[in-house]
């Protein structure tokens, strides 16, 4: 299937801003995995007074669209607080790039989501927030909000919101979760399946993850 | 320095196995079968009965090609509809035998085909599985066969690392037994000498696209008294095995094409592979990578095809840097498909998924020049430099988990 990118896109890839990597950062996060062929590495400078971003750059392990969508990411960012920065939604920088095949919208999740992550990382270093303890309850919020960063490839939504969450038991440090599928989506399965595992492996003290896909017709699940 | 005045050149098209262009004479020998012969072959009239005669010359001409009788060919829209009516019209035929076996490199029309009839409960499937370049091991053929197996299915050559199996041997073995074989031939028709005559093969699967004939037609061997059922219902066309009128034009643009084909392979064959090898040389001189398959060169592997890995980079960015610098290839990384999951056969032969990100397949084909090979090593290392300074992959993070096939190949060629 072939993929089509907007010129936007096509621009920021061959020729991406803000590459690099910043020696004297005091924020860094890396998102995403090397397995699945798609991680962001983003350094930055944050101003501890104005907590606005002085300076940003990023590395980029993924396909033309994760460096496109990296590239516009931190374009978006620099010379904004971090307080800004936290509210934005993935589709300010899928609307910047004049949109993203369905198939490449995860890239847009994890390009905000990692800027997100860096910036929770200097908030916990700076004694803005506390860290998350160990023996705090994970809550069925908690699941729900890190299934939102797992994204459809057909249709370019979250699980959550595409109403697939069938079931979620936490038990300790293990945790289920059983998504409906429909049949015609089978060409999916496999991602959706590693996908909704590896972020729910990512979950404070969670150390192993079961994800149970169970067939409906998309009809029912849709309307 | 090249000038701006100078002209952009015409493309570098590597991506020969997904589809070829059609070559002139085929196309000239298909037209007048749109133009002004455009009968129906089941008409009983004048124009029917050309069409008629256009059908069984080509289905004679096909026949020679490949070494076997007209009556064993029947003609489809393609080698996944020739795969589907094999597979499917066997176990219409046989529903007792409850079995099947087939290689872990197999193309989608065999594998998710088999698949479905495994997850329904109807066939037990056994998937072969290969060495780390893509070979299938007769002892593992032999295990597998059980008294219920309704039939083997092994691709003859693999479309994405070019390895091609040893159907004498494997055919031989399943002779023995007394089970039917079944091989997708799409890749093979045309760059390797092909005698269904004396392979051990029961079916075989062709297609016209892959070797400069049209697309949306293909073919069926079927073993004279291989017994198989069709699978739609309609008219009696094609030894009432394959109803609907036939497409005339693409049947002989298609035999047309496959006729060139048999006829020049010891002359162009030769050729693409000595190009093939000078890609490879070019392209596997560059730092940390990979070759996917067999030896360049060596008989077991499809002349035109060269898959290899790029290391700490993803492969559908390194296809896009390459397509804006107008070289076209293929990947074999989970980004490139649309189900976002690597190739099967790329993880089949032992690597990782980081390592099948990381593909890139170069097939070229009798238009192919070197001097096209030498602009595609050129962008080839210019996009890799680039993608490689701005990897957030970290080797060292991740060397432990390289495949031990990989590592014994990265060792070899990091010392270089």
């Known amino acids: 299937m072939a993929i089509k990118y907007s010129q936007k896109v096509i621009r920021e890839f061959t020729n991406p801003a803000n590459v690099g990597d910043i020696d004297n950062a005091n924020a860094r996060a890396t998102e995403g995995s090397a397995a699945c062929g798609d991680m962001i590495t983003y350094s930055l ?9 002085e300076e940003i750059k990023f590395l980029s392990y993924g396909c033309a669209s994760n460096i496109a969508t990296a590239s516009m990411a931190t ?14 939604n993935p589709k300010v920088v899928t ?80 945790i289920y979760v059983e998504l409906l599928v429909g ?29 149970k896909l169970t067939e409906n017709t998309p009809l029912k699940r849709r309307k | 320095m090249a000038s701006a005045a100078e002209s952009t050149p015409a493309p570098v098209y590597f991506d020969n196995g997904d589809s070829t262009p059609v070559l002139p004479e085929v196309v000239e020998a298909m037209l007048p079968w749109f133009t002004s012969s455009w009968g129906n072959p089941a008409s009983l009239h004048k124009l029917g009965l050309d069409a008629e005669e256009a059908l069984d010359t080509a289905r004679e001409s096909l026949a020679n090609s490949i070494g076997c009788t007209a009556k064993e060919i029947i003609f489809t829209s393609g080698a996944t509809e020739a795969n589907n009516l ?35 409960g109807d066939v037990e499937l056994t998937e072969l599985q290969v060495d780390g370049e893509g070979r299938v091991d007769p002892d593992s053929l032999r295990n597998a066969i059980r008294d219920d197996t309704l039939f083997v299915s092994i691709i003859h050559g693999n479309n994405e690392i070019g390895t091609i199996q040893d159907l004498n041997t494997l055919g031989g073995i399943c002779r023995e037994r007394g089970v039917l074989l079944h091989s997708d031939m799409a890749q093979s028709l045309g760059k390797i000498p092909l005698d269904l005559a004396k392979l051990p093969v029961d079916l075989a699967s062709f297609n016209g696209h892959k070797s400069h004939g049209p697309k949306g037609v293909g073919a069926l061997y079927v073993r004279n008294r291989t017994k198989l059922r069709r699978i739609m219902e309609g008219g009696p066309q094609e030894f009432s095995l394959r109803p609907g ?16 084909a048999v006829r020049d392979l010891n002359e162009v064959m030769p050729r693409v592979g000595t190009l093939t090898k000078r890609l490879a040389d070019g392209v596997l001189a560059i730092e940390h990578v990979r070759l996917n398959g067999p030896q360049i060169g060596s008989p077991d592997r499809l002349p035109g095809n060269l898959n290899v890995t790029f290391r700490y980079i993803e492969g559908e960015a390194i296809l896009m840097s390459l397509n804006y610098a107008g070289v076209y290839v293929s990947s074999g990384s989970a980004c490139s498909s649309r189900s976002l ?68 190949f990265y060792k070899k060629h990091d010392d270089t």
Request: charged share 30%; hydrophobic share 40%.
């Open chain 2, 341 to 408: 999951v690597p190739s099967h056969v790329l993880t089949a032969i032992g690597l990782l998924h980081e390592e099948a990100h990381g593909s890139i397949r170069y097939t070229l084909a009798r238009q192919n020049t070197e001097e096209e090979v030498d602009r595609a090593i050129e962008q080839t290392k210019s996009a890799v430099d680039r993608l490689r300074a701005m990897t957030a992959f970290v080797p060292e993070e991740h060397s432990e988990r390289e495949s031990d096939h990989a590592k014994t």
């Open chain 1, 183 to 211: 049949e015609t989506e089978e060409m999916y399965y496999e991602n959706i399946e590693e996908e909704t595992r590896e972020h729910l492996e990512g979950l404070p003290g969670i150390t192993s993850a079961t994800v």
């Open chain 2, 86 to 120: 094999a597979l499917s019209g066997l176990r219409a035929q046989f529903p007792d035998k409850r079995h099947v076996v087939v290689s872990a490199i197999e193309h989608a029309s065999v594998r998710n085909l088999v698949k479905r009839w495994a997850k329904i």
């Open chain 1, 75 to 88: 374009k978006i960012a620099k010379g904004r607080t971090i307080e800004e920065v936290k509210k934005l």
């Open chain 1, 45 to 53: 400078v944050i101003d501890p007074e104005t907590h606005i971003i």
């Open chain 1, 95 to 174: 609307e910047k790039l004049d949109g993203l095949p369905a198939v490449k919208i995860h890239c847009s999740v994890l390009a905000i989501n990692g800027l997100k992550s860096a910036i929770r990382q200097w908030e916990i270093d700076h004694g803005l927030i506390e860290m998350p303890t160990e023996n705090r309850e994970l809550t069925r919020d908690d699941v729900l909000e890190t299934l939102r960063s797992v994204t459809h490839p057909e249709t370019g939504v979250n699980i959550v919101k595409m109403n697939m969450i069938r079931d979620i038991v936490i038990d300790g440090t293990t």
């Open chain 2, 245 to 260: 009128t036939e497409n005339v034009p693409a049947i002989v643009g298609f035999v047309k094409a496959a006729e060139i």
